[in-house]
Nanobody, 121 residues
């Protein structure tokens, strides 16, 4: 079994900051990439940011310059520092990991349960 457990969501005023964390646990051989996606009501899930094991990052245009993704490979943990938050950032944020459970296994996507981020005054 593999579990991704997120934390750090909540209610924040516009212009504020939040930090999300996601820890992967269980039978894990290697994690190729970890990332964050979000889904607002009535909208499709979208990529927010992703980071590879080597540290390469990619961000959605809407969050560039405001959000920073980082990763602790030793702890199988990914973080998302969100600054200058806007009401349009309100969504459920999901952690994702592309990982292999064994040395000979395939890489598959795993998801966390989601954490609510609400930006409102």
């Amino acid at each position: 079994q593999v579990q991704l457990v997120e934390s750090g969501g909540g209610l924040v005023q516009p212009g504020g900051s939040l930090r999300l964390s996601c820890a992967a646990s269980g039978r894990i051989f290697s994690i190729a990439a970890m990332g964050w996606y979000r889904q607002a009501p009535g909208k499709q899930r979208e990529l927010v940011a992703v980071i590879t094991r080597g540290g390469s990052t990619n961000y959605a245009d809407s969050v560039k310059g405001r959000f920073t993704i980082s990763r602790d490979n030793a702890k199988n943990t990914v973080y998302l520092q969100m600054n200058s938050l806007k009401p349009e950032d309100t969504a459920v944020y999901y952690c994702n990991a592309l990982l292999a459970r064994t040395a000979t296994g395939n890489y598959n996507d795993y998801w966390g349960q989601g954490t609510q981020v609400t930006v409102s005054s």
